[in-house]
Structures are given as C-alpha cells and as structure tokens.
C-alpha cells in the first residue's frame, strides 16, 4: 500500500501557528528576563552571603562543638575564632566592592533584595551567633541566657536597619545608623576585647542602639573607602598574628578592636561636620542674595 503525495504532505504538515507557538516558546525560554539574571555585582553579594555562612559553621565546628564536647583545642578553638572573624571581614569586602560595581557596571533588578539578604547572614545572623557562642564558652551558666537575648538584639538591629535602609530615602553621601557591617565588625570587636560580661553586654546593646539610631554616618566611596579598606586587610593581619600566637598578637588585637569601638563613636562626626558646614554656606547664600 502506498502513500500518495498529499497523504505524506499531510502527515508531515505542522500548521504555521503552531510552528510559530513553538518558535516564540523556544525564544522566551532562550531570552530570560533581565530580573533573573545574575550580573557580577550579584555575584559579589552572593561572595558576602557564602562568607557569612561559613562564619557560622567556623563558629560551630571550632568553638562551641569542641566546648560542648569536652575536647577544646586552645589553638584549634582560636584558629576557629579568628576564621569565623576573617570571614566576616571578608563578607564585608564583598559588600564594599558589589556597591562599588553596580555602579560602575550593570545590575540586576535583584540586585538590592540580594543585598539586603546577604547582609542578614554575614552581618546579622553571623554576629549574633558569635555572641550566644561566646556567652556559652566563655561566659557563667548564669549569663548564657542573657548573651542570647543580646544577640536577639542585635539580630533584631540588623534586620530593622535593612527594612528601614529599603523604605527610607537619605542625602546623597550618609547612612542613617550605623551600617550593619560596621556594626557587626563592632559587635565582634566588643567580644575579642575580652571585657568582664556586663561591659561586653552593655557594649553589644549599645552597638545595636546605634545600628537602628538617627546618628549619620558617611558611605564609604572615594577616599573612605580605600581607608576602610585598609583597615579591613590590616584587622586580617592581625587576627592572623592573634590566631598563630605571634609575639605581640594579641595585644595587637586587642589594640584593634578598641579603636574599632571608637572609630564607631568618632567617624558619625565627619558627617555632622559636613550636614554644619553645608548649613553654615547655605545661610551665607541666603544672606548674600538678601543684600541689595
């Protein structure tokens, strides 16, 4: 039996509409919009969100494993430590340059909401789990629940301080409260500082009072941000003398972490000096274009 030539046309004709509809598919499948695709300032960010994580899992393995276990390691326990802090710091890094970029560069519509997400764990979940880390290792049974509730706090900071980052519009060049990886760095500073409890306590709370506060603080671009920079590497230097017990180490750390606690107090001042300075010009503006 064959088959005659319209027969064959008919059972290899595909109507055009629905060779069009496949055509269209496939490109729509092919053209991914521009909100899911990851661009390079996005891959930084997701750098930060890694680095948080594995700050935690430092933290966990290292330290408090180890203390729960009766098998802490002295050395192991402080090369734990300074990682989880390294990373930290690192995080921050990554948070410093993907600003940097998106500027520079293109990014995506998923650019701030990854932002804000990485900055919750690196800087939020990451510091605050330090803190109930610490309150556990270090700290009296009595005081373990009152280190959580400081780290809740601090958790909490951070999370408000994102949502209010999101919702509320500030002058080009400042920040209103502490950024959170500032503040984290703070935070992480209090508890290297080896204070007695109640100071380090009141210390954390203080930080976290600043990160959801009024008080201004500059973005780092230009020169600030080679300065922070700096000080980033710098802090890596010397937690690692810290970690391998470099003669010096750890007073050098302790050096570095009291001038983090001031450098939180002092740098809101660079931009009051500015916001009084800008006030003091657009009155002698005003006053000018008073005169006759």
């Known amino acids: 039996m064959t088959v005659t030539d319209s027969e064959a046309q008919a059972a290899t004709w595909v109507p055009e509409a629905e060779v069009g509809g496949v055509d269209e598919d496939i490109d729509e499948a092919d053209d991914m919009p521009l909100s899911t695709r990851l661009s390079i300032a996005d891959t930084l960010t997701l750098g930060n969100a890694t680095c948080g994580f594995l700050a935690v899992y430092f933290t966990t393995t290292g330290v408090l494993i180890p203390h729960l276990t009766g098998s802490e390691d002295g050395g192991m326990t402080r090369h734990s430590a300074a990682s989880a802090v390294m990373l930290m710091l690192l995080a921050s890094v990554f948070d410093l340059f993907d600003g940097l970029v998106a500027r520079k560069l293109r990014s995506s519509a998923m650019g701030a909401e990854l932002d804000n997400l990485s900055d919750l764990i690196s800087f939020g979940l990451a510091p605050a789990y330090f803190v109930v880390v610490w309150g556990m290792v270090a700290a009296p049974d009595a005081y373990q629940r009152v280190s959580a509730v400081a780290a809740i706090v601090v958790l909490l900071a951070v999370v408000l301080r994102l949502a209010r980052f999101s919702c509320v519009t500030m002058p080009n060049g400042v920040f209103q409260g502490m950024p959170s990886p500032f503040g984290a760095l703070t935070v992480v500073s209090v508890v290297l500082l080896g204070l007695p409890f109640v100071p380090t306590l009141l210390a954390i709370v203080g930080v976290a009072w600043l990160m959801v506060s009024r008080v201004e603080y500059?973005?780092?671009?230009?020169?600030?941000?080679?300065?922070?920079?700096?000080?980033?590497?710098?802090?890596?230097?010397?937690?690692?003398?810290?970690?391998?017990?470099?003669?010096?180490?750890?007073?050098?750390?302790q050096t570095a972490c009291a001038l983090q606690l001031v450098l939180g107090a002092v740098i809101p001042l660079f931009a009051m000096t500015r916001r009084v300075n800008a006030f003091r010009d657009n009155r002698r503006e005003a006053r000018a274009a008073q005169l006759p």
């Open 218 to 253: 500059p973005k780092p671009r230009g020169r600030l941000a080679v300065a922070m920079l700096s000080w980033i590497v710098t802090s890596m230097a010397l937690l690692a003398a810290w970690a391998f017990e470099a003669p010096g180490g750890e007073l050098l750390l």
